[in-house]
């Protein structure tokens, strides 16, 4: 009787970048080659217009890019010949330049958690220690005081 037989082992060779499969690695060269557009289109621009703004897509021809408002936006169409021209010295094959306003999204503001405490706040904590009767959390508001006290 012959052995049973086993499914085929696949050959493994540790993890695979998602990046290399079909769509994702298309994708993500996609992202690659307008994140490098980006850059070099926006280096054309003077100083103040390059931080406002961002180059979005380049199809069928248009180059498309983003501004906070809607006075930015006027400031990019200024310079559209000047990026036209620089486009096709890359390579990209443009003839025209799209703005569209999209306002940027607020910047998160991340507290700052290792702001000292000071000389009040320890001495709020020791006289709360000091009401206490569980001895953990007393010790707890004790050790708190004293970084409080050595911040200083």
Known sequence: MPPPSQPPRRSTRGLT??????PVASLAQRARELDQLDRQLRATLPSPLRDQVRFADLRDGRLVFLAPSSAWASRVRLYQAQILEAARAIGAKAHSVAVKVAP????EVIPD????????AARHLRS?????SDPTLRD?????????????
């Open 128 to 132: 709360a220690a000091a009401s206490l």
């Open 104 to 107: 940027l999204p607020p910047v």
């Open 17 to 22: 970048s998602i990046t290399e499969f079909g």
């Open 140 to 152: 707890l508001f004790l050790e708190l005081a004293s970084k409080a006290e050595n911040s200083e």
């Open 113 to 120: 958690r290792h702001k000292p405490l000071s000389t009040s």
